[in-house]
């Protein structure tokens, strides 16, 4: 089983239309959660964290966490096509000294004009 | 703001060559990353670093190593490159201490190529 697990799409979604993007982890230790979007050719950058359970809101950005069912997911409202990229879900976990970041697959994300 | 240099965006290298990926972060960060991207398995944990002199194996560390002489220099070194290390390589680094709310703050990439 995959530490960080995402469904690898592509997902498509009319513009103005809400995103719903996925991810499930299995180390029940995990204490931070993270989305970050990647454009093609261009590195990770920061969505959103969260680390407590429910939901937080940015903007146009909601991460929703559920620590007993080991799910996080990310909504993203009123989609544009410039949200059109591959969506990272990544999870700290415990490691000796410190904390490591695993990263699912990622979903890529198609926003239709 | 914070950043993360790699040396080179793009290295073509023949197999059975050492080579040394470089990564530099100018915020005092204590911990540093080696990541490789492939489609498909999405970015994988090479190598990493709470400190200097300090290194720990991620999930993929065969084939390769690491050096950390200085805190803001976290290096990546393939001792005889193959062609399945033909990836893009990403170096990332974050804060130490209460870190583990830190997001990683990335390089640009290395898409390395071994022929």
């Known amino acids: 089983q995959k530490e960080v697990e995402q469904n690898s799409g592509p997902l498509s979604v009319p513009e103005g239309a809400i995103a719903s993007l996925n991810c499930t982890y299995s180390d029940r230790g995990s204490q931070s959660f993270f989305w970050y979007r990647q454009y093609s050719g261009k590195s990770p950058e920061l969505i959103m964290f969260i680390y407590s359970n429910g939901d937080k809101e940015d903007g146009r950005f909601t991460a929703q966490l559920n620590k007993a069912s080991q799910y996080v997911s990310l909504l993203i409202r009123d989609s544009q096509p410039s949200d059109s990229a591959t969506y990272l879900c990544?999870?700290?976990?415990?490691?000796?000294?410190?904390?490591?970041?695993?990263f699912g697959a990622g979903t890529r994300l198609f926003v239709k004009a | 703001d914070v950043k993360v240099t790699q040396s080179s965006r793009y290295l073509v290298k023949r197999t059975g060559e050492k080579v040394f990926l470089e990564c530099v972060q100018d915020m005092d960060h204590e911990n540093m990353f080696w990541y490789r991207q492939d489609p498909g398995l999405g970015l994988r944990l090479i190598y990493f670093s709470y400190d200097v002199k300090m290194k720990e194996k991620g999930d993929i560390p065969e084939g390769y190593s690491v050096s950390r002489e200085k805190k803001e220099r976290f290096s990546l070194i393939l001792e005889s490159a193959s062609t399945n290390q033909t990836s893009m390589y990403l170096c990332?680094?974050?804060?130490?201490?209460?870190?583990?709310?830190?997001?990683?703050?990335f390089g640009n990439g290395t898409r390395l190529t071994v022929t």
């Open positions: 990332a680094s974050t804060p130490g201490g209460a870190g583990r709310n830190s997001p990683l703050h």
């Open positions: 990544a999870v700290n976990t415990q490691n000796t000294g410190g904390f490591k970041t695993i």
